[in-house]
């Protein structure tokens, strides 16, 4: 009985994880602003443009310091305003297995990429690369940290990463017909 319970739960975990043919994770300092912002965000996009399950996404943080914990209430309410519910994720810390389980690592920000950079293997480094890479109307290189800031610093946050996401999912979308070939 107890071997039955375990091959089904296995097989699930491997049709998941089948059904996905391209991860990205979404990575800030503590992964209650920024990352779980650009994570529903682009879980959203995803769902509309009609790449899900194929196309999955998560967040983590590269401190420990609020693992387990809901997202910052500022961001959950001005993502929650969007339309954007953040409300069933938690915080956690960035893991060595995440280098080989994502197809796309991204920053926040440089300091997000550096602590990266040191963690990430020498052949996966080719993952990695700053959420703003992918942006078309916000030039700046890095989504700033709205924890100490007020209101519109979320705002900003959300417009930067909806901008951002956009751009990624077209990009997720012209290349995905290329990593399913290789397969």
């Known amino acids: 009985m107890i071997a039955s319970?375990?091959?089904?739960?296995?097989?699930?975990?491997?049709?998941?994880?089948?059904?996905?043919?391209?991860?990205?994770?979404f990575v800030c300092m503590?992964?209650?602003c920024r990352s779980p912002t650009a994570e529903a965000v682009f879980r959203r996009q995803v769902e509309v443009a009609g790449?899900?399950?194929?196309?999955?996404c998560a967040s983590a943080g590269t401190h420990d310091f609020h693992v387990g914990s809901s997202p910052d209430g500022r961001a959950r309410a001005a993502a929650l305003k969007r339309g954007y519910d953040l409300s069933r994720l938690r915080g956690r810390h960035v893991s060595d297995e995440d280098f080989e389980r994502y197809d796309l690592i991204l920053a926040m920000d440089?300091?997000?990429?550096?602590?990266?950079?040191?963690?990430c293997p020498p052949h996966r480094q080719e993952r990695l690369k700053l959420l703003m890479e992918f942006a078309r109307c916000h030039k700046a290189p890095e989504v700033p940290d709205p924890y100490?800031?007020?209101a519109q610093a979320f705002e900003l946050v959300l417009d930067m990463v909806e901008d951002a996401c956009s751009a990624l999912v077209?990009?997720?979308?012209?290349?995905?017909?290329?990593?399913?070939?290789?397969k």
């Open 148 to 150: 100490y800031g007020n």
């Open 170 to 182: 077209d990009h997720v979308r012209s290349i995905r017909p290329n990593k399913a070939q290789a």
């Open 110 to 119: 440089q300091h997000n990429m550096s602590f990266l950079k040191q963690r």
């Open 30 to 32: 503590g992964n209650v």
């Open 51 to 56: 790449l899900a399950p194929a196309v999955q």
């Open 5 to 25: 319970i375990i091959r089904n739960v296995l097989g699930l975990r491997a049709r998941r994880q089948a059904e996905a043919d391209f991860r990205i994770l």
